[in-house]
């Protein structure tokens, strides 16, 4: 039974590594790591132009928090708050709610946080509270939070007020205030005081455990459970989910709770484990909340994706610091830090930009257009046409086209001068303007929607050609290799399947049965493993001598392809040694291309059964 369950699971789990669904995961991933590599090397550069080495820069910056002698507790709480930023930003995300309250909710765990601690210890030193009042101090800031958060959620349910303006006007009010309340009950309008140390030199465990640990629930509630799969179709597609009997309204109340508690709780960890304080000296509220959302949207509002992403985003933002206080950097700027981590957050949210340029299709196209002559002179062809199609608008929008139309407003305009009969005029003159301006409106109209359609013909033109090229040349004996893989494959894994349900039934059976039944029920549940089995072991051997012919075909079908470029060449050579004009040699030449081009993808013909 461990083998058929071993074999099953390899099997499923090769057939989800093919599937759509992981591919477009995987390009997520792919667009996720482009972006923040070139929000890196855009960050070097603009180091080299300050005459600073950008690449020691970098590379200092990633090892320094880590490097002894520094602590890499620091490091570690601000991992921390930023995968619990990004956890609650990509919750509302999911669902289109686009809370900005970040910040009112980590100021609002602060604001009742100070109250609290005034009301037990009657005073501005909290040096000596007990260490047990930790838990009760994270308690009250994540509630105080949540209320917080829940506030935009209830607003926009009630009355149709948008999170966005909501959770912005709360952030302002919340700032305002905290500041009230430290002037009147601390006396301070400069920085509020220190917060006491809780959980001791401990906390950096307690912070980063509780991120994980809400990374992880979150993920598990959303992929196994019907709350999960609900909130799902929230966020999919909200009025279908209302038909369906869900209480939307309930899920954005609720979602922006869950926020208000992860993102306060990402407050709590930054004010008492990195600042101990608020500087309340000037108008200029703390951004705290909006950090996470450039963590969420590059990792695509996904939960797992959120933590290689903070990891990122907290060991450049720590390093950077860091980095900036050595003595062969200490010539930058001190606004050098901000500046540089807002460069690498800039580019990193350019992924929606990378996901349209499909960078591999268009060098793909470049490349054909260079083996494939035909190929060239029929996309030359639709260019030929769009930038016709675009002259003729052009000629259009400055009034060169509908000479006759114009000469005739013109004439009527001249003839207002004149006549007598104006309203007749001006009414035939008003009508001759409406219709040229129609026509004018028209044509354009239909020039855009030519060159529209011709783009979608030349986009189908290149797929369909990159789609005929792959699955005839010698790429497409791979895609003959998975064809035989699946169709051998998939239905014994249904046989195996059915079998594994008939043991199950067995097994059933076997907890009540008696002494007489239980032989036999043992039996038959030995002969269908025994058959389950057999059926793996076919299937292991019919995909072992698959892949060996592959592997002989592949090397045939390169040595095929050698040959054939190697007579390409030669045929080449002896055009060059010919004493013929340049148009025979390019005549000539753009038919060897076509020979060879014709001959590559003839591959999966004549190798493609041997697999």
């Given at each position: 039974m461990k083998k058929i369950n071993q074999w099953k699971f390899k099997t499923k789990s090769i057939a989800y590594i093919k599937s759509t669904t992981f591919k477009t995961k995987t390009s997520y991933v792919k667009v996720s790591f482009i972006s923040i590599i070139l929000g890196l090397l855009c960050g070097i550069i603009f180091l080299y132009c300050f005459g600073m080495n950008g690449f020691g820069f970098i590379f200092s910056s990633i090892i320094k928090p880590f490097a002894s002698p520094v602590e890499p507790?620091?490091?570690?709480?601000?991992?921390?708050?930023?995968?619990?930023?990004?956890?609650?930003?990509?919750?509302?995300?999911?669902?289109?709610?686009?809370?900005?309250?970040?910040?009112?909710?980590?100021?609002?765990?602060?604001?009742?946080?100070?109250?609290?601690l005034n009301a037990i210890t009657g005073g501005a030193d909290f040096s000596n509270l007990p260490a047990g009042y930790g838990i009760l101090l994270f308690l009250i800031f994540i509630v105080s939070g949540?209320?917080?958060?829940?506030?935009?959620?209830?607003?926009?349910?009630?009355?149709?007020?948008?999170?966005?303006?909501?959770?912005?006007?709360?952030?302002?009010?919340?700032?305002?205030?905290?500041?009230?309340v430290l002037f009147i009950k601390f006396d301070t309008q400069l920085n509020s005081p220190n917060l006491p140390e809780v959980f001791g030199s401990q906390l950096w465990v307690f912070?980063?455990?509780?991120?994980?640990?809400?990374?992880?629930?979150?993920?598990?509630?959303?992929?196994?459970?019907?709350?999960?799969?609900?909130?799902?179709?929230?966020?999919?597609?909200?009025?279908?989910?209302?038909?369906?009997?869900?209480?939307?309204?309930?899920?954005?109340?609720?979602?922006?709770?869950?926020?208000?508690?992860?993102?306060?709780?990402?407050?709590?960890?930054?004010?008492?484990?990195?600042?101990?304080?608020?500087?309340v000296a000037n108008d200029i509220m703390p951004l705290l909340g909006f950090d996470g959302i450039p963590i969420a949207l590059v990792a695509f509002n996904n939960f797992l994706g959120i933590i290689p992403i903070a990891i990122l985003w907290a060991v450049?933002?720590?390093?950077?610091?860091?980095?900036?206080?050595?003595?062969?950097?200490?010539?930058?700027?001190?606004?050098?830090?901000?500046?540089?981590?807002?460069?690498?957050?800039?580019?990193?949210?350019?992924?929606?930009?990378?996901?349209?340029?499909?960078v591999t299709n268009y060098i793909c196209t470049i490349i054909h257009k260079f083996?494939?002559?035909?190929?060239?002179?029929?996309?030359?062809?639709?260019?030929?046409?769009?930038?016709?199609?675009?002259k003729q608008k052009h000629f259009i929008l400055q009034n060169k086209e509908f000479?006759?139309?114009?000469?005739?407003?013109?004439?009527?305009?001249?003839?207002?001068?004149?006549?007598?009969?104006?309203?007749?005029?001006?009414?035939?003159?008003?009508?001759?303007?409406?219709?040229?301006?129609?026509?004018k409106t028209f044509k354009i109209s239909k020039i855009k929607n030519e060159i529209k359609d011709l783009k979608m013909e030349k986009k189908s033109l290149i797929n369909k050609t990159l789609e005929a090229y792959n699955k005839n040349s010698i790429n497409g004996l791979k895609k003959v290799y998975e064809g035989k893989y699946s169709s051998t494959t998939f239905p014994i894994l249904d046989q195996v399947v059915l079998i594994e349900s008939e043991i199950q039934n067995i097994n059933e059976e076997l907890k009540n049965a008696t002494n007489e039944n239980f032989e036999k029920l043992l039996k038959e549940k030995n002969k269908l493993e025994e058959k389950a089995n057999s059926l793996i072991q076919k299937q292991e051997l019919q995909i072992k001598e698959f892949k060996n012919n592959f592997a002989l075909t592949k090397q045939e079908?390169?040595?095929?392809?050698?040959?054939?470029?190697?007579?390409?060449?030669?045929?080449?050579?002896?055009?060059?040694?010919?004493?013929?004009?340049?148009?025979?040699?390019?005549?000539?030449?753009?038919?060897?291309?076509?020979?060879?081009?014709?001959?590559?993808?003839?591959?999966?013909k004549l190798y493609g059964s041997n697999i």
């Open positions: 507790e620091g490091t570690i709480i601000l991992l921390a708050v930023f995968i619990l930023l990004g956890l609650g930003l990509a919750l509302g995300f999911r669902i289109k709610l686009f809370n900005m309250g970040g910040s009112g909710q980590a100021i609002g765990g602060l604001l009742i946080t100070y109250l609290f949540a209320i917080v958060s829940s506030l935009t959620g209830i607003l926009k349910v009630l009355f149709n007020i948008h999170e966005v303006a909501t959770s912005i006007v709360i952030n302002w009010i919340l700032w305002y205030l905290l500041k009230y912070a980063i455990v509780f991120a994980i640990a809400s990374i992880i629930i979150v993920f598990v509630v959303c992929e196994t459970t019907t709350v999960g799969y609900k909130y799902k179709v929230v966020g999919m597609q909200s009025t279908a989910a209302k038909y369906a009997g869900i209480k939307t309204n309930t899920f954005i109340i609720g979602v922006t709770a869950l926020q208000g508690v992860f993102i306060s709780a990402a407050g709590f960890f930054y004010y008492f484990g990195l600042k101990s304080n608020i500087s450049l933002k720590d390093g950077i610091q860091l980095t900036m206080n050595s003595p062969q950097y200490m010539g930058l700027p001190s606004e050098t830090s901000d500046l540089l981590f807002g460069i690498i957050i800039l580019f990193s949210t350019m992924y929606l930009l990378l996901m349209k340029i499909n083996k494939n002559p035909n190929f060239k002179s029929e996309i030359q062809i639709i260019n030929s046409k769009i930038r016709k199609l675009k000479n006759s139309e114009k000469t005739k407003i013109k004439e009527l305009k001249s003839n207002l001068k004149t006549t007598t009969d104006v309203e007749k005029l001006k009414e035939e003159l008003s009508n001759l303007i409406y219709e040229y301006n129609e026509a079908a390169k040595k095929y392809l050698k040959d054939i470029k190697q007579n390409y060449k030669i045929e080449i050579k002896k055009l060059e040694s010919k004493s013929a004009s340049k148009t025979f040699r390019k005549l000539k030449i753009k038919k060897l291309k076509i020979d060879l081009i014709e001959k590559q993808m003839e591959v999966v």
